[in-house]
T-cell receptor, first 111, second 117 residues
Framework: GQNIDQPTEMTATEGAIVQINCTYQ??????LFWYQQHAGEAPTFLSYNVLDGLEEKGRFSSFLSRSKGYSYLLLKELQMKDSASYLCAVSGRSNDYKLSFGAGTTVTVRA | DADVTQTPRNRITKTGKRIMLECSQTKGHDRMYWYRQDPGLGLRLIYY???????NKGEISDGYSVSRQAQAKFSLSLESAIPNQTALYFC????????????????FGPGTRLTVL
């Protein structure tokens, strides 16, 4: 299987920046996804990284270092609606190229 | 209209009962997946299907079975429900993915909250 670790909870203030780290172990790395999940709702796609570097998409950016087995999701200019769980998911040979999900990081944005 | 739908959205049942959860999609995707989500454990893959005649076990398939009635429909059955199958169940679809060198975004349904008493 794959070990995917991310912090359980983070709290930040509206307008601030929060960085959610994800570390993973896999062979035959095939891609890393970030999903957002509001309480009681479906996960929705945020970003995808397969090559090293930073992918920017509006207020959200995702970074990948394959050699370090490390990714982060950066949320800028936080808004109250960003309060949600953020899921890191990895595809690799270790899980037959399916997605393995981390337990998720619950971000709470405070006014 | 939602691209991926699940029925029922909520279900309470008793130990030993047979339960079927249904998933339909209008995205035209070949690949469909069933996951369960438990607090603190994240999403875990139960079964997946790459086409109508293809069914594969995932990480936690014991106690579950699936059927793919058509490209657009993928059902999950609990033959004899037990309390530790109480969870939130998600169906997902993707156009590609699941193979070496091929990753693709998965799109999730709204989930079915199942309680087994």
């Amino acid at each position: 299987g794959q070990n995917i670790d991310q912090p359980t909870e983070m709290t930040a203030t509206e307008g601030a920046i929060v960085q959610i780290n994800c570390t993973y172990q896999t062979s035959g790395f095939n891609g890393l996804f970030w999903y957002q999940q509001h309480a009681g709702e479906a996960p929705t796609f945020l970003s995808y990284n397969v090559l090293d570097g930073l992918e920017e998409k509006g207020r959200f950016s995702s970074f990948l270092s394959r050699s370090k087995g490390y990714s982060y999701l950066l949320l800028k200019e936080l808004q109250m609606k960003d309060s949600a769980s953020y899921l890191c998911a990895v595809s690799g040979r270790s899980n037959d190229y399916k997605l393995s999900f981390g337990a998720g990081t619950t971000v709470t944005v405070r006014a | 209209d939602a691209d991926v739908t699940q029925t029922p959205r909520n279900r309470i049942t008793k130990t030993g009962k047979r339960i079927m959860l249904e998933c339909s999609q209008t995205k035209g995707h070949d690949r469909m997946y069933w996951y369960r989500q438990d607090p603190g454990l994240g999403l875990r893959l139960i079964y997946y299907s790459f086409d109508v005649k293809d069914m594969n076990k995932g990480e936690i398939s014991d106690g579950y079975s699936v059927s793919r009635q058509a490209q657009a429909k993928f059902s999950l059955s609990l033959e004899s429900a037990i309390p530790n199958q109480t969870a939130l169940y998600f169906c997902a679809t993707s156009d590609l993915g699941g193979l070496a060198g091929v990753s693709d975004t998965q799109y999730f349904g709204p989930g079915t909250r199942l309680t087994v008493l």
